[in-house]
């Protein structure tokens, strides 16, 4: 981590953003839309080589940025990551709770997913998410402010075949987001989750081999809701935000 090289401009000047799973995909794409925007960044992932590269562009762009190896899946691992990011920076203004675990591929009716799998995939996707936003809830509340953003899907409201454990993990992303957003009313902080669809990733092409690259959204093309309800000005809470749909409105409103 270095210092901050350039003035905080930007929505997002001064604040701090923790981003999981942050190295490919929707991650990287996130942490650098919101280093562009002022942002000084705390970022973790199972690639540490990737997340190096990450932590390199988001430095280029006079940012700070902590970058850690952890495994959200595991336990000691969140509460590492929860410690070194407050030690670091002393408070998380946005997290976003985008590290997920597919499961085995090819992908198993449920009925033949291994259950050591199906604990894999609920521990990233599910208890990973709440012990980080558990971490983080206290510093945001002291300040009265800060927004968590869970990174969903349409497998959560949609009966796919064989993508039980992943539907079952992201189903119970949702439905802990509305609880919060519920027990948290009126206290400053948000809690949302937004399903950014059908991207060109590295995951996406584990689940299904043969999708065409060219029908599918580039990561970029999706961070601009997460940076809306990551404003200091929003105040939805409690939402299932759709990307598509949301950028479809705002090129419409433009």
Not at 104 to 133: C, H, I, S
């Amino acid at each position: 981590m270095t210092e901050t090289a350039g003035l905080s401009s930007g929505r997002f000047g001064g604040r701090v953003v923790l981003i999981t799973g942050a190295s490919r995909g929707l991650g990287k794409a996130l942490a650098l839309a919101f280093a562009r925007e002022g942002a000084d960044l705390a970022l973790c992932s199972r690639h540490p080589a990737d997340l190096e590269t990450v932590r390199r562009e988001a430095e280029a762009l006079g940012r700070r940025c902590l970058i850690l190896p952890v495994d959200m899946g595991r336990r000691q691992d969140v509460e590492r990551l929860a410690a070194q990011v407050f030690e670091a920076f002393g408070r998380v203004d946005v997290l976003i709770n985008n590290a997920s675990e597919l499961g085995p591929t090819p992908m198993p009716y449920l009925v033949d997913t291994p259950p050591d799998w199906l604990e894999r995939v609920l521990a990233t996707n599910l208890t990973g998410p709440f012990l980080l936003t558990r971490a983080i809830l206290g510093n945001m509340l002291a300040r009265g402010a800060g927004s968590v953003i869970n990174v969903t899907s349409d497998a959560a409201v949609e009966a796919y075949p064989t993508w039980g454990a992943y539907g079952v993990s992201k189903a119970g992303l949702e439905a802990m987001t509305r609880i919060w957003a519920a027990e948290l009313a009126g206290s400053g902080v948000r809690v949302n989750c937004v399903d950014p669809g059908e991207m060109n990733t590295q995951m996406h092409a584990a689940a299904i081999p043969g999708a065409d690259p060219s029908t599918l959204a580039e990561p970029e093309d999706v961070v601009g809701v997460f940076l809306h309800l990551a404003a200091e000005g929003s105040s939805e809470t409690g939402q299932r935000l759709e990307a598509q749909f949301w950028r479809k409105g705002e090129e419409q409103r433009a």
